[in-house]
């Protein structure tokens, strides 16, 4: 280990100093108290030493004595997926001894990405207010271990609570098919919201435990969404229960960012993939709750509930994906076109995607005029050409993903098949339609085909099924 952290500082130190002044980095912990905090090693979701090591040579630093020193903690060489965080400390002007770090990127007060250590650098050298700034709290390090513990269950929490919606729906979705039952039908689609709003108000009164948060989910599904289901008959009342959680997301994101980080359904924070707001299984968990609504209440509102979903889901205070923006863009552009009768020919679905570009663009501008800030305003802000790096990037990701492990290799073409399947079938549905171009559109920008497949294929059947249960009651 001793050697491994002396070959790393011979790199970071091997490299040109930026100024005359700097920052020095040091792979060990301080002899003395500093401003700390936990570290995500990379962007997961696997993380090794050679990743970590690659982020900070990119850190600014020069001559010594320097006003700022970085303390890190580095992972094991190997590859390997989360098994804790590592720890960074960091001394200097603005950093006192007995604070706690706190990242403006990652929202989560005590977690620093390794990423975020260049740009707060940078920032310091030129005198601007940095990303990572420090915190006075008492007693740092037990709130850092307690941190990290609540990550510890909240990670291995969601598969769990992910496997228990899945049964939910596909249970509620085949009965609702074998019985043409409507009412089970509207369970289905109803159980994905009611578990988000589940797993919020969990997170929110801090359930963490594995074992207690899985069985209060499980009786928040099996009770909510039949209850739900018998209160939501008529489409006016079935398009408000959907649409809920919506307004839910936005509150909670606009008030406490990181309940939504360690809710069991979310965000991933210590994986380094999206520290808080919607990833791509949650986006694609509401396309639905989103897309069936309009459908429901017509033409006149599909634009102000293409407007909610649209904030909610690429806002910078709120759900901040950027890839989640074109998506539910181009859903509502079909969806207009199949409302409308319009045919879904080569020419009219470039110009929808036209039009869903065009209005994300303007959405992230709007955001980035009023002060928001996220990693989608910084890569629209950085230029076409760094916007189209950020896209190629999402496409070497998204094909990579598919290969990724034995298990997405099995389910990717499982759930391709399923949403084959619900394609070929007849008659057509508009929001089925709509539903099922946006999941294209997302399993070509989004960075994890896993999530986008299956969860698509799960909500496109509950949106068929309860759709056939209708039509032959």
Same mark, same amino acid.
């Given at each position: 280990?001793?050697l491994?952290?002396?070959?790393g500082?011979a790199?970071?130190?091997?490299?040109?100093?930026a100024r005359?002044e700097?920052?020095v980095?040091?792979l060990h912990?301080p002899?003395?108290?500093a401003a700390?905090g936990l570290?995500?090693?990379?962007?997961g979701p696997?993380?090794?030493?050679?990743?970590?090591?690659?982020a900070l040579h990119?850190?600014?630093?020069?001559?010594?004595?320097?006003?700022w020193?970085?303390y890190?903690?580095l992972?094991?060489?190997?590859?390997h997926?989360?098994d804790?965080?590592?720890r960074?400390w960091i001394t200097?002007?603005?950093?006192?001894q007995?604070?706690?770090?706190?990242?403006?990127r990652t929202r989560?007060p005590g977690?620093?990405?390794?990423?975020?250590?260049?740009?707060?650098?940078?920032a310091?050298?030129q005198g601007k207010e940095?990303?990572?700034t420090a915190?006075?709290e008492?007693d740092?390090? &037990?709130r +850092? @271990? %307690?941190l990290e513990?609540? =990550?510890d269950? !909240?990670?291995?929490?969601?598969a769990?609570a992910s /496997? *228990?919606?899945?049964g939910?729906i596909?249970?509620f979705?085949?009965?609702a098919?074998?019985?043409?039952?409507p009412f089970l039908g509207?369970a289905?689609?109803?159980?994905?919201?009611?578990?988000?709003?589940?797993?919020?108000?969990l997170?929110?009164?801090e359930?963490?435990?594995?074992?207690?948060?899985?069985?209060?989910l499980?009786g928040?599904?099996?009770l909510g969404?039949?209850?739900? &289901?018998? +209160? @939501? %008959?008529?489409r006016?009342a =079935?398009a408000? !229960?959907?649409?809920?959680?919506f307004?839910?997301y /936005? *509150?909670?994101l606009?008030i406490s960012?990181?309940?939504s980080?360690?809710?069991?359904?979310?965000?991933?924070?210590?994986n380094?993939?999206?520290?808080y707001?919607?990833?791509?299984?949650?986006?694609?968990?509401?396309?639905?709750p989103?897309?069936?609504?309009a459908?429901?209440?017509?033409?006149?509102?599909l634009?102000?509930i293409?407007?909610?979903?649209l904030?909610?889901?690429?806002a910078s205070f709120?759900? %901040?994906?950027g890839g989640?923006v074109?998506?539910?863009?181009?859903?509502?552009a079909?969806?207009w076109l199949?409302?409308?009768?319009i045919?879904?020919?080569?020419?009219?679905?470039v110009?929808?995607?036209?039009a869903?570009?065009?209005?994300?663009?303007?959405?992230?501008?709007?955001?980035?005029a009023?002060?928001?800030?996220?990693?989608?305003?910084?890569?629209?802000?950085?230029?076409?050409?760094?916007?189209?790096?950020h896209?190629?990037h999402?496409?070497?990701?998204?094909?990579?993903?598919v290969?990724?492990?034995?298990?997405?290799?099995?389910?990717i073409?499982?759930?391709?098949?399923?949403?084959?399947?619900?394609a070929?079938?007849?008659?057509?549905y508009?929001?089925?339609d709509?539903?099922l171009?946006?999941i294209?559109?997302?399993?070509?920008v989004?960075?994890?085909?896993r999530?986008?497949?299956?969860w698509?294929a799960?909500?496109?059947g509950?949106?068929?099924f309860?759709?056939?249960a209708?039509?032959?009651?």
């Amino acid at each position: 280990m001793i050697l491994a952290a002396g070959l790393g500082a011979a790199v970071l130190l091997a490299a040109p100093p930026a100024r005359a002044e700097g920052v020095v980095i040091v792979l060990h912990p301080p002899t003395a108290p500093a401003a700390a905090g936990l570290l995500v090693p990379g962007r997961g979701p696997t993380f090794s030493r050679s990743e970590a090591l690659d982020a900070l040579h990119r850190v600014p630093r020069g001559t010594c004595p320097c006003p700022w020193t970085f303390y890190v903690t580095l992972p094991r060489a190997a590859s390997h997926e989360y098994d804790g965080l590592e720890r960074v400390w960091i001394t200097g002007p603005g950093y006192p001894q007995g604070s706690r770090l706190v990242s403006d990127r990652t929202r989560v007060p005590g977690v620093v990405s390794v990423h975020d250590l260049e740009p707060t650098a940078s920032a310091l050298l030129q005198g601007k207010e940095p990303p990572v700034t420090a915190q006075p709290e008492s007693d740092v390090p &037990a709130r +850092l @271990t %307690a941190l990290e513990r609540r =990550l510890d269950r !909240a990670h291995d929490t969601r598969a769990k609570a992910s /496997l *228990l919606l899945a049964g939910f729906i596909a249970l509620f979705a085949v009965l609702a098919l074998a019985l043409h039952s409507p009412f089970l039908g509207r369970a289905g689609l109803l159980a994905t919201p009611i578990a988000l709003a589940g797993a919020l108000g969990l997170s929110a009164l801090e359930v963490s435990a594995p074992t207690t948060t899985v069985l209060a989910l499980a009786g928040i599904i099996a009770l909510g969404a039949p209850a739900a &289901a018998a +209160l @939501t %008959a008529n489409r006016y009342a =079935l398009a408000l !229960a959907l649409l809920a959680i919506f307004p839910i997301y /936005l *509150l909670t994101l606009a008030i406490s960012t990181e309940t939504s980080s360690f809710a069991a359904i979310g965000a991933r924070p210590e994986n380094g993939g999206r520290f808080y707001g919607f990833q791509n299984q949650v986006e694609t968990m509401l396309l639905v709750p989103a897309m069936l609504p309009a459908a429901l209440l017509g033409l006149p509102a599909l634009v102000p509930i293409a407007l909610l979903a649209l904030v909610t889901v690429g806002a910078s205070f709120a759900g %901040a994906d950027g890839g989640g923006v074109l998506v539910f863009a181009l859903g509502f552009a079909v969806l207009w076109l199949r409302l409308r009768e319009i045919p879904l020919t080569a020419r009219n679905l470039v110009l929808a995607g036209t039009a869903a570009m065009a209005a994300g663009l303007v959405l992230v501008g709007l955001d980035a005029a009023f002060g928001g800030e996220s990693h989608v305003t910084r890569a629209v802000g950085g230029g076409p050409i760094d916007l189209a790096e950020h896209i190629g990037h999402r496409l070497r990701l998204s094909a990579e993903g598919v290969f990724s492990s034995l298990h997405a290799a099995i389910i990717i073409p499982v759930s391709l098949a399923g949403l084959a399947w619900i394609a070929l079938r007849r008659p057509r549905y508009a929001v089925v339609d709509a539903a099922l171009v946006a999941i294209a559109v997302s399993l070509l920008v989004n960075d994890s085909p896993r999530d986008v497949a299956a969860w698509g294929a799960l909500s496109c059947g509950a949106l068929r099924f309860w759709k056939d249960a209708r039509r032959v009651q």
